[in-house]
C-alpha cells in the first residue's frame, strides 16, 4: 500500500515538491514542442544532457550545472539543424543523440567516482536522493520555464502553428525558436532528476497527448496536460512507496500512459457526441444561409 | 498622392540553386487590387512570398511601404492568407483561437488582449460565417472551412494590405462566393489586395490589375485578362516548356490542354 507515513520525512517532501514541479512544467512546455511537430525533441536533448551530467563529475561541478549548459548547446544545434531544413537534418540529429548518450558514458567511465550507479541515476532518475540545493536549482528552472510560457505564450503559439504567418506578423522568428529550444533544454534538466534523462520527454509529450484527446482548444489542451502532469508524477511517485522494488520514473511513465489509454477511450466517445452536436449545427447554419440569400 | 505598398525591383529569387524569379519589377500602389496569375511553378507564389520578405531575394529589392521587409516595422498593416490545404499544428487550436493570433502584430508583448481585440475576432468570424464554429477545433474543420478560418485571421488583424496566396484554390463554390463578398467590402473601404489566383471566378469582376508571371518574370501587367472560353483564359497563352510537367498535378483542368 502507498505509505502515508513518509510525508513526514524530509526527503520525501522534496521528492514530491520536484515532481510536482516536473509535472507543471514538462507538459506546459510540451505542448509547444508537439504543437510544432517536435514531440522526440526533449528525447534528444536528453540525450545531449547526459554529456553534461558527466561533465559535471569529470569536473567536479554540481552536474545540475554543466547539464544546463550541454542541454542548451544541444537544443541550438537542433533547432539550426530544424531551421534549415536540410533533408539529412534527421540523420544528423540522430548523430547527435549517440554522440550524447556515448559522451555521457565514456566520461562518466573515466571522472573519479563515476560509476554506473550514479549513470542510472540520472538516465532513470532518482527522486528519492533530491536534496534541498537541487530543489532551489530545480524551482528556478520552473519559475523561469513557467516565466516565458506566461510571457511569450501568445506568440509561441503563433510560431508553433504557423512559422510562415509568425514572420508575416513581425514576430521575431530566430529569437522565439530559440526560447522554445532553450525553454525545452531547462525542462529536460528539471525533469532529469526526477524520472530519469531517458524518460523526460514522456512527461512532456504524454500528458499533451492524453489532454488532447478531450479538448478542442490549444489553450485548455495545456492546462488540462498539466493537470495530467501533475497527477501522473505525483501519483507516480506515491505508488512507489508501495515497495522499494517500485522505481518512482517509471511509476509516473506507466502512470502517465494509462492515464492516455484512458482519455483515448473516453475522447473517441466525447467525440462522437460532439460530431452529431456539430451535425445539427450545421445543418441549422446551411438552413440560416438560404434564409438570408 | 498613394502610398506605395509594395515596390520590387529586378527581384531574383533562387530555391536551392534553380532560379524561380529572374529579375521582377513590381510596384503596388495603396487601393489596387492586383491578381497575379500564371502556371503552375512559374514563380507567383514565390513572388508573393519575396514581396513579404518571407523569402529572401538573391538579387535585387523590395520594399514594404518604403521599409526592406528586415527592417519594417509596421507588420500589423499586412494580412497574410497563406496557401494552405490543412491548418498545422499538432495540438488542437479553437477557430477563435487561430483567428485571434490574426491580432498578434497590433498587441504589445504581455498586454491582454481587450475589448477592441475581441471586437475584431467577431467581426472577422461573423464575415466568414463561422462564428457558430468559433468553440470548436479548427483542425476538426473541412478544407474550405479551414481556408475561412485563414482568411478570418487576416481579417481579424484589420491590415492595409492583404496578401492572399491562391485563396480560392480547393473550396468549395460557397467558400469562393463568400471570399468575393468579402473582398469586395474590403475593396469598398479601400484596401490593397493582392491574390495569387490560379482561376479568378467571382472574383473576377473586383480584380484591378492583372500581372502574369512567366518563367519567374512578369508577362502580361495591366489591366486583367477578359476571359472569353477557355482559351483566352490567362495563362493559356503562356504555354512553356514546363506546361507539361505543371499540367500533371491536381490543378490541370485551367490549362486548357489541347
Redesign the interface.
Known sequence: MIDLSLLDKQFFQLALIAALLVGLCAPAVG?FI????L?LLGDGIGHVALTGVALGFLTGTAPVLTAVVVAIAGALAIELVRARGRTSGDVALALLFYGGIAGGVMLMGIAPGGSNAKLNSYLFGAIASVTTEDIWVIGGLAVLVLGVVT??G??L??L???E????????PVRFLSVLVAVTAALTVVIAMRVVGLLLVSALMVIP?ATS?QL?????T??LLAMVFGVVASVGGLLASTASTRVPPGAAIVLLALAGFVLALGVGRFVRQGRSQE?NV?QQA?SVR?KEVR | MSETAFAMTGGRVALDGRPVLAGVDLTVREGEVVAIMGANGSGKSTLVRALLGLTPLSGGTTLLYGSPPARFRHWWRIGYVPQRLAIGGGVPATVREVVTSGRVARRRRLSPYRQEDREAVARALEAVGLSDRAGDSAQALSGGQQQRVLIARALAGEPDTYVMDEPTAGVDAGTQRLLADTLARLVSAGKTIVLVAHELGPLEPLITRGVVVREGRIAHDGPPPEPEGDCARPGHEHVHPHAAEAAAGPLRGWQGEP
Not at chain 1, 164 to 171: F, N, V, Y
Open positions: 505542448t508537439v504543437q510544432r511537430r514531440a510571457v511569450f501568445r506568440e503559439f503563433v508553433c502553428q504557423d510562415e504567418m509568425a514572420r508575416a506578423s513581425g514576430l499533451v488532447q479538448t478542442r482548444g490549444f489553450r489542451t495545456m456539430s449545427s447554419g444561409v
